[in-house]
């Protein structure tokens, strides 16, 4: 017994459970059966962006030598004891990363190790735009992913939020110990997103996976490839993607591709387990979040939202949409992203700063969306009434998903 205790608790015991979990890393990668993304191809495994995870501590750069993507950037053989200090709890952190995993941390969430801007562990500046300025090409707000989860003012995905929803959607896989990130991110295989790159799979170089894929199809991104319902186009004929700030061209590669062939169909990943439904809390605003039926499905829960599949009223008045959703006689689809930020906005309701070409979208008061929803609709020559003219009413009244009258919002 004695000596039992004395193989796991030998100083050579992070460097067991390292070669362990590699052993099991690559018997699992063998195991699987469809397009399984590669370390190398990934952002972090340093292609093809030639940035890759390098942190100070262990970097070529700094003469420790361990090169650019290396996976001990992450992964410490040595010395996984809470950054190397002694672990209060006395062993390695979880899976031998270099600090906690903190798993649900608005703060301080292991991947904040690197993803943000003073104190990063990154050698050199790690930066990351908002969906806005990549996609939109709107001025930056944020330029890492800590200050859009940590924003002051407008609102943020709550990863503790997100994770307790994965874990009830997802029973088998996800538990209370997995970070958050990682229910829409898989870390070893996420791919530099910006800019948008076709690739050989057709689809696009692509930084997220579905919700349900982790563990069951690990290293399945979502985006990658066509021919699976993974991109925008194949989700809906009629996705008409929005203008770029400052141009007739479409977002997100900001080029002449407008019907989502390059885009990911990000509709399929909010909804499949999150945004279905009524169960999503949200502790910011102390309730359960709306249903969000993109479908023309009215026995799916939640009211149809003309936004989604469930067409608006027929031509002629459709809402009086601007370019480049000006034909009437279509029913236009919009992504969750052509109004939503992924992690942060200084809007509430994570809405957008730059939405179809419109840029600075400030939302200073809760439910006044007169500035943002005229991107898209011209309501000062098209509607009737004044007060829709002129902003003068709380939107939020009357508009928002799951409308209890169909066809609102
Ligand atoms: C950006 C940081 C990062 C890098 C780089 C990284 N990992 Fe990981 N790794 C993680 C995190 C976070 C987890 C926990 C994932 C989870 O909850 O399933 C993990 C989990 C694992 C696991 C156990 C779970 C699984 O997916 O099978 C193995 C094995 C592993 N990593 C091996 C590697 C190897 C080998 C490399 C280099 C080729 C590597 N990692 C690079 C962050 C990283
Ligand atoms: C609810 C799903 C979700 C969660 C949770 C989430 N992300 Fe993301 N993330 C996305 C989506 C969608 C994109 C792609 C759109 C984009 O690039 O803005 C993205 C993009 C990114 C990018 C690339 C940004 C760029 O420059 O293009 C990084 C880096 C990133 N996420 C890191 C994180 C980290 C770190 C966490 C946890 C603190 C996290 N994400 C949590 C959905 C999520
Ligand atoms: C050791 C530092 C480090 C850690 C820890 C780290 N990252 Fe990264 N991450 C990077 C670097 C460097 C890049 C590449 C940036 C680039 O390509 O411009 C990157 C890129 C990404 C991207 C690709 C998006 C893009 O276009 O830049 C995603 C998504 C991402 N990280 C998510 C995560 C998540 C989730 C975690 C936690 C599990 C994490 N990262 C932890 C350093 C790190
Ligand atoms: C036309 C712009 C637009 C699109 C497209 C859009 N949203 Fe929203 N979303 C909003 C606005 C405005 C609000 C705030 C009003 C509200 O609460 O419904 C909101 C609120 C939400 C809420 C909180 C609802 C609540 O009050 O409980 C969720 C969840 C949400 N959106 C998810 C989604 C998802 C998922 C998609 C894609 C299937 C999507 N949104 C597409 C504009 C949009
Ligand atoms: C008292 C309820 C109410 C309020 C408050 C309200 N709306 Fe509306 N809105 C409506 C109705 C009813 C329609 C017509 C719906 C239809 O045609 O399907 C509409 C239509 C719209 C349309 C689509 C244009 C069209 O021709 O159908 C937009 C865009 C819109 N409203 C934006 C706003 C904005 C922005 C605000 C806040 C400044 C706002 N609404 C406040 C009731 C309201
Ligand atoms: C990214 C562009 C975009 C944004 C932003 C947007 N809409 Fe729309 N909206 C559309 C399009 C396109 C249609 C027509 C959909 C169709 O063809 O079925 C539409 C249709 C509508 C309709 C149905 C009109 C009718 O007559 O049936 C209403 C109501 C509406 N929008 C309200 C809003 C409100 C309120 C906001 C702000 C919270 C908003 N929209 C923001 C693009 C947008």
New binding site residues.
Partial sequence: MARYFGIINCRFRPIILFSFLIVSFLLYNLALGYYKAKYTESAHGNNPSGAGVNRSATSIETGFGYSKGNCTHCHEQHASIGGGEPSPTGGPDQFSLFAPMNATSQTTNFCFQCHKGIGSVQYGILTNHTYSKNFGGGTATFDNIYDAFNTATGSSHNLADVLTRATQAWTTTFTSTTNACIVCHNPHTAQKNHPVTVNALNGVNTAVRMPGDYKANDYNLWGDETGSGEMMSEWWTLYQAPYCKGKTTYEPACNSTFNGSNLPGIIGGCRSGCHRGTAAYSTERSRNLRPVNWTNDSTEPGNRS?HGKFP??PSG?D??PIAPYTDGTKNYVLSCTDCHEPHGSPNEWLLRTTVNGKDNISITSSG???AF?TAC?D?VT??PDGW?KS?M???S???YHDYTLE??F
């Fill in positions: 003309v608006s009223s008045d809402g009086f006044w969306w007169w929803c609709h309501l098209g509607m829709h902003g009413q709380k939107c009244n009357c508009h066809g609102w």
